[in-house]
């Protein structure tokens, strides 16, 4: 794919880079969010559903959050350090935002989001908390970010509540930035202030808790694989979710709709085709 290297900088001074693929001017426009680790340029699934989108017309623009890669730190004029290692998951908000804006500036009169991962649930929660107005909302394998819910998986629920209380004492210390090695819900470095903020912070990120808070038509989707043999915030989570758009009903004021991609992990690998068909007949909906 060939396209244009765009940056912007956030609110609060945090500078980004994207890929912007297309003339925003010319069709509708696509925000693309990478998840946990990664960034804009080397998931081969959001390379694959550019270009999905893409040959159907579409503007994508291809972006990093502040949480892009392991560890990284601010070009911006403020001093920082970023990377998933670091970042709250909040800031996501100024983050999309500008990305936003950077579209409209280029001419986008109607603009989407799309997210896998940690980017689904950073796309869901910035669509329901912002007044800024957004056509459509796909997200991809959302983990359910839910303390209660993790404490209570049977085999890792225990360890849980252990790095849940290291990253504790290191806030308490005054040492937010230590970086810890935990085991769950994922292996992986953390600092203990961002341990806390994904997976200590109740249910500020579960998305069940602001589902009526959208107001645009969402299309959530889940891989039957991860479901059945991933960790406990991906278990049942499409029967969950449906269960909690029915119980909501009248609250909801715009559609969702809940699809399991047959045989796919997180990562959909060798079943993409069954993932763009499932998202090219949502999107082709009256």
Same mark, same amino acid.
């Not at 892009?68 to 908000?93: K, M, W, Y």
């Not at 980017?119 to 912002?130: C, E, M, N, P």
């Not at 992990?265 to 998202?279: K, P």
């Given at each position: ?75 911006? %004029? ?54 800024? %107005? ?19 998986? %049977? ?132």
């Amino acid at each position: 794919m060939h396209g244009e290297l765009v940056q912007t900088t956030t609110s609060d001074s945090v500078r980004l880079h994207g890929m912007l693929l297309g003339n925003p001017r010319e069709s509708s426009a696509w925000i693309l969010v990478h998840g946990v680790n990664s960034n804009f340029y080397s998931s081969s699934l959001l390379q694959t559903i550019a270009s999905f989108l893409l040959e159907r017309g579409h503007c994508v623009l291809m972006i990093n959050t502040r949480g892009h890669d392991i560890a990284s730190f601010n070009t911006g %004029p403020v001093p920082r350090r970023l990377g998933s290692q670091f970042e709250l998951v909040s800031s996501c908000e100024h983050d999309l935002n500008a990305w936003h804006a950077l579209l409209i500036e280029r001419g986008a009169q109607l603009v989407s989001v799309l997210g896998h991962s940690l980017g689904a649930i950073k796309s869901v929660y910035w669509a329901a908390r912002t007044t800024l %107005p957004l056509e459509n909302i796909i997200a991809v394998s959302p983990p359910r970010l839910n303390t209660e819910h993790l404490l209570l998986d %049977p085999a890792k629920g225990e360890q849980f509540q252990k790095h849940l209380g290291e990253a504790r004492e290191w806030c308490d210390a005054g040492k937010p930035e230590h970086v810890m090695k935990v085991r769950f819900p994922l292996p992986m470095w953390i600092c203990a202030a961002t341990y806390l903020d994904k997976y200590g912070s109740r249910d500020k990120y579960d998305y069940l808790t602001f589902l009526n808070a959208i107001r645009s038509p969402t299309l959530w989707t889940f891989g039957q694989l991860e479901m059945e043999l991933g960790t406990s915030n991906f278990k049942d989570a499409a029967k969950n979710l449906t269960s909690a758009i029915a119980s909501q009903g009248s609250n909801l004021d715009v559609p969702h709709a809940v699809s399991t991609i047959p045989h796919a992990d997180h990562s959909y690998n060798d079943v993409r085709g069954l993932l763009m068909e499932s998202i090219s007949q949502w999107l082709e909906q009256p």
